[in-house]
Nanobody
Framework: QVQLVESGGGLVQPGGSLRLSCAVS????????MGWYRQAPGKQRELVAS???????RYADSVKGRFTISRDNAKNTVYLQMNVLKPEDTAVYYC?????????????WGQGTQVTVSS
C-alpha cells in the first residue's frame, strides 16, 4: 500500500521560507514522477512543481525562481523548498506520486499540509 506523508507546513511571514517534505512508503518513489499541488480556499487545486524519475523539473509560473523541488531517492522523500513566500502562497499543499516516470496522472496523494503566509 502506497502512502505519502507530508510535513513541514506552518505559519510564516511574507518573505520567509519553508521546506516541505513528502515521505513515501510502500513504493520505490525514485522510479515515479512526483509532484506538489496546492489548494487555496475557494480555488481549484493547482500543480506547483513536478519532477520526473529522470530529474526533469517543472514549475508553475507563479512560483518559478522561488520554489525548488528535489528528491532524495535514498530516503524515498521529495522536498519542496519555498523561498520569498507571499500571502497568495497560502494553501494546503499536497504531495503526489505518479504511476510512471513522467506522468502524475492517476497517482497517489498525501493528506496535505497547511502553509499560511501572513504577518
Amino acid at each position: 500500500q502506497v502512502q505519502l506523508v507530508e510535513s513541514g507546513g506552518g505559519l510564516v511571514q511574507p518573505g520567509g521560507s519553508l521546506r516541505l517534505s513528502c515521505a513515501v512508503s510502500g513504493s520505490i518513489s525514485s522510479i515515479y514522477a512526483m509532484g506538489w499541488y496546492r489548494q487555496a480556499p475557494g480555488k481549484q487545486r493547482e500543480l506547483v512543481a513536478s519532477i520526473s524519475s529522470g530529474g526533469i523539473m517543472r514549475y508553475a509560473d507563479s512560483v518559478k525562481g522561488r520554489f525548488t523541488i528535489s528528491r532524495d531517492n535514498a530516503k524515498n522523500t521529495v522536498y519542496l523548498q519555498m523561498n520569498v513566500l507571499k500571502p497568495e502562497d497560502t494553501a494546503v499543499y499536497y504531495c503526489l506520486q505518479g504511476k510512471s516516470g513522467s506522468s502524475l496522472a492517476g497517482g497517489y496523494w498525501g493528506q496535505g499540509t497547511q502553509v499560511t503566509v501572513s504577518s
